[in-house]
Structures are given as C-alpha cells and as structure tokens.
C-alpha cells in the first residue's frame, strides 16, 4: 500500500524555547520559484542578504552570509575552521549548548578546556578573563543565550578581554539574536552564529554568519580548494587543513564572494527564507525588535508570577524571549503539556539535563511574540494546572499580563 495522504500538519501555536511558528511573509517568500545559482538576480539576491546581516549583526563585517544547514551546521563551520587539531580552546559552560560547543570542538581535535557555573546562573568577566590567562587559548567559544537554563550570558566586556590576549572570540547566538541585544562590531565578537528558528522568526534550516577580518584572516592560512574546481590561481594554505569539505568557510567564502567558486549549490528556498527574515526584522528595526521580545518577554514574566510559578534562575540575567518557571510538585509537568497541546493546541518546552521534569520553558519570540499569544498561552497554561490539581492562585495570569501592557 502507498500512503497518498496530503500532507497537513496539525495548527499549533508554538510557545516553548523553539523553533516557534514562522511569519506568513516569511513561508510565502519560501515558495518563490528557483533560479539558477549563478543567474544575476540569484548573486544580486545573495549579495542582498549579505548586506541585510550585516545590519542584523550590527556589523560592517565583509564576510557576513549563510551557512547551507540548521543552526549546528553554523556552529561546525565556524568552529572546525578556527580550530586546527591541537589547538586550545576555552568553552565557558552555562547549560546544554556551552556543552555542544566542547562536544564539536572536541570532534575537531581541539584541546579542550572548560569552566562552567551552575545552570541558572552567568559567568563574570573576570571568571573568564583567569580562564584565559591560565588556559591560554587560541579561540574562546560561548553561548550568548542558552534555552536550556533561559540565561542572557553578558558579552559587553568580553571581547575586549579576548582582544587583550590575542584570542578569538567565537560566539553562537541562534536562541538570542534580534530578541537580546548583541553589537557584534562593538562586542568585539570574531566570529558569530545564528539560526532562523527563534526571534528571527522562520523556520530551521540556514544558519547566518559574519566573520571578523582578524578570523578571516586566520581561517585563510589553511584554505584548500578542492580539485575538481581548482585552478592554476589556487594555492593551498598550510597544513593542517580544514577537517570538513562542507563546512570548509574559505571555500564558502569564495563561493559567496566575487569568484562564485563553485563549492555547493546554495540551498535557494533558505536564502530566500533567510533574506525575509532579515528584511521583517530591518523593516520593524533592529532595536525595536529587541524591545518588542521585552515587551512580551516581560508581560510572560508577570502572568506566571502572578500564578504563583516560582521563576528558574537569575531573572537579571534571564533571556527577553524565554523564561524557566518550577513545575509544581502538585502536578504532572508532562500531563499538563499533553492537555495543552492536545485540547487548546499550545505547545510550551521542557527542559534538558539537570532540569529535565523539573521546569517548564515557555517562549515568547519572533512572529509569536505578540500580545495575543501571550495572553492565549497564560489562560491556557492557567486552565490546564487548576484541570490537573494545582492548589496555587486561579484567573490571575492574564489579568497581571494585561496590567502590565496598560502600565507600558
């Protein structure tokens, strides 16, 4: 028997950590016919999105484009270029993704040293200004937000500190992008990374990347072009080369600079995905977009506060578009986002690790960062504890929300 059934996902409204529901803009841009990957229009568009990032980056980075792939792939690409085998690099761990970061450059063959704070808590700058010194790394790689604790991990200071000690400084921002503010030029960050499928508001697929002209440069040293393209113009950099062909960035960017080397076929439907992001995003204003995830981020905060759910971790520190509440040792955490889903047909996240089953994560970003959703997720959420026997406070969620958008 063949399965012929039309594909049709069921309507969910997605309130966890990511990915989230993707702007209506941004699907119709997606199924925009294909052109040739060396078709004018094709180059004009991608020197296009280039441009776009850079503003989203708050960079004047040149080598700002995308990366063919989910947000990891950025992460591979960035990190298996900056880091020969035997290099040192020093991977501040604050939850999940500071441990995926070690786990990548680990499978580069890097040296790799971590230090690490308890989930729900940040590093200082002088923690990892002593990690530096001692460790002498070549390449500093850390998380701005992690979903997996909700934390905002403070950039301000830290590439100064890396510029002082002669180290790169990578950073994957996929979780916080747009909804945290992040000047990548003004941070000093070398390198940078994100996805698509939080505060940018489109789906998982593209990864955009801006490099400093200090990382470019370094990355160069060991550039190798493949020798079905190569030609006589080609020199191959010094060994060790980059470990990957795919993730190879002085190949992609050759690809996306004035050569088009032929590396890959850019992924066109994400390109035209990524651009749109990027052109919602400028229409409403960087800044502003930062402001509106705060917004809501903040009227989230006072809905579940006024349910009587305890908050996990910091708050100072806490990310504008996720944040961590205790499950209520009353109920079943996993009953009631089963009743949420299925009945009302709201999704909202667990959590990984240490704080599996312990809290819930409910997001407020990109296209479903509005005022609806949130007060549609807080009534929700509110229903399905008093169905399943929570004993704390009733009807109060979307009441604190609605008091603190009218005191906005």
Not at 341 to 354: A, C, K, R, V, W
């Amino acid at each position: 028997m063949t399965d012929k059934q039309t594909l049709n996902p069921p309507q969910r409204l997605l309130m966890g950590p990511g990915p989230i529901n993707a702007d209506p803009r941004v699907l119709r841009a997606m199924s925009a016919q294909l052109i040739g990957q060396y078709d004018p229009a094709m180059t004009g568009f991608m020197n296009e999105t280039m441009a776009r990032y850079r503003q989203i980056f708050k960079t004047n980075n040149e080598w700002t484009f995308l990366i063919d792939g989910t947000s990891r792939a950025g992460i591979e690409s960035a990190l298996l270029s900056m880091l020969r085998p035997g290099d040192k690099v020093l991977v501040p761990i604050m939850g999940r993704f500071g441990h995926l970061l070690a786990e990548i450059a680990t499978r580069a063959q890097a040296d790799v040293h971590t230090i690490e704070v308890a989930w729900g808590e940040v590093f200082q700058p002088e923690q990892i200004e002593a990690a530096i010194k001692r460790v002498q790394p070549r390449v500093l790689a850390m998380v701005q937000g992690d979903t997996s604790t909700t934390m905002n991990q403070p950039l301000g200071d830290i590439g100064a500190i890396c510029q002082q000690h002669d180290v790169l400084f990578y950073c994957d921002a996929t979780a916080s992008i747009v909804g945290n503010d992040l000047p990548a030029d003004k941070w000093q960050v070398d390198a940078l990374t994100v996805g698509l499928q939080k505060c940018l508001g489109g789906p998982s697929g593209s990864a955009p990347i801006t490099l400093s002209d200090k990382c470019v440069d370094w990355i160069r040293q060991r550039k190798k072009v493949e020798a079905g393209i190569r030609t006589a113009d080609h020199q191959d950099g010094i060994e060790p080369f980059i470990r990957s062909n795919y993730f190879d960035l002085g190949m992609i960017m050759d690809y996306w600079g004035e050569e088009r080397l032929n590396h890959h076929t850019e992924a066109t439907s994400m390109l035209y995905c990524a651009s749109e992001c990027a052109r919602i995003v400028l229409e409403e204003g960087v800044d502003e977009c930062v402001a509106r995830h705060k917004l809501h981020g903040d009227a989230m905060l006072a809905g579940v506060q006024a349910l009587g759910l305890k908050v996990f971790g910091d708050i100072n520190h806490k990310m504008n578009n996720v944040v961590g509440v205790y499950i209520p040792s009353e109920v079943n955490g996993d009953q009631v986002r089963n009743q949420m889903l299925n009945d009302f047909g709201i999704e909202i996240g667990t959590s990984f690790g240490p704080l599996h089953g312990k809290i819930w994560r409910i997001g407020t970003m990109g296209y479903n960062a509005r005022k609806d959703t949130v007060l549609q997720t807080l009534a929700c959420l509110d229903a399905c504890l008093q169905a399943n026997g929570y004993k704390g406070p009733s009807g109060e969620a979307t009441l604190a929300a609605l008091a603190y958008y009218h005191g906005q």
